[in-house]
């Protein structure tokens, strides 16, 4: 089993940043893909980026450029830098990982963006 625990979310201007991490636990080693995923009401969960132990990395085309993701192997952290934020950024946001094909989901946290 593998363990995830989201924290940084919050209520900030548009415009503005925000910065999650995700602590993963547990059976960690073979875990490859990690990554972060929304979901706003009403809506289907997307996948916002990618990022694999090897550290190449995938957006969606509507976070490019404000987004970044990044890990820490030796703390089995991730994060996502949040920049520029918009309204409809608004969302839960769940940490995953890929460990032998299984994926694992944090218990997502929410974040607010106010126009």
């Known amino acids: 089993q593998v363990q995830l625990v989201e924290s940084g979310g919050g209520l900030v201007q548009a415009g503005g940043s925000l910065r999650l991490s995700c602590a993963l636990s547990?059976?960690?080693?073979?875990?490859?893909?990690m990554g972060w995923s929304r979901q706003a009401p009403g809506k289907q969960r997307e996948l916002v980026a990618s990022?694999?132990?090897?550290?190449?990395?995938d957006y969606a085309d509507s976070v490019k450029g404000r987004f970044t993701i990044s890990r820490d192997n030796a703390k089995n952290t991730v994060y996502l830098q949040m920049d520029s934020l918009k309204p409809e950024d608004t969302a839960v946001y769940y940490c995953y990982a890929n460990r032998n094909g299984v994926p694992y989901w944090g218990q997502g946290t929410q974040v607010t963006v106010s126009s």
């Open positions: 990022i694999t132990r090897g550290g190449s990395s």
């Open positions: 547990g059976s960690i080693f073979a875990v490859n893909t």
